[in-house]
């Protein structure tokens, strides 16, 4: 999933008993992340990162991955009890395969960021991304090159 802030308690609690139930989740969040990926007994199947970088990004995006029958939304609303609870949000399927085709590659992208990715855990010590490939991946940089070149292909 790609969020900008995961505060929800009960959403937390939700993700927490995921985990415990065997479920991967592997987690984009801008910026506030109340959960603690990576905790022994919680939250080991956890794992979460940050980036901010040049652009200031809003999307959001929730891919599930269905015993293999992959299903996509985009959403309006971050996890927080503000967006939940007080405020009219949507959130939508998305069924073209090459518009999911798309945003799964974009996700990819992004968790392979070793640049501007730092890690959320409950250290919250924010270390960048590491990586032993000695390719440079700056995830917003390599999406508006994606997206400049598929413009200008289309032109």
Known sequence: MKLNS??????????????EA????RMIVRGICSMMPGVPGLSEFVEAVSIVDKYLEHSRIMIFCNGGDELYYITSADWMTRNLDRRIEVA?????????????????LQLKDNV????????QDNMYVTS????KIRSQFELYHYYKN???TTK
């Open 22 to 25: 065997g479920v991967r989740i």
């Open 116 to 123: 501007k990715a730092r890690i959320i855990n409950s250290t």
């Open 132 to 135: 032993d490939d000695s390719e």
């Open 150 to 152: 598929k413009w200008q």
């Open 6 to 19: 995961l505060v929800d308690t009960e959403i937390i609690y939700k993700l927490y008993q995921a985990n």
């Open 92 to 108: 939508c399927p998305i069924y073209d395969k090459d518009v999911q085709r798309e945003i799964r590659e974009m996700i990819d």
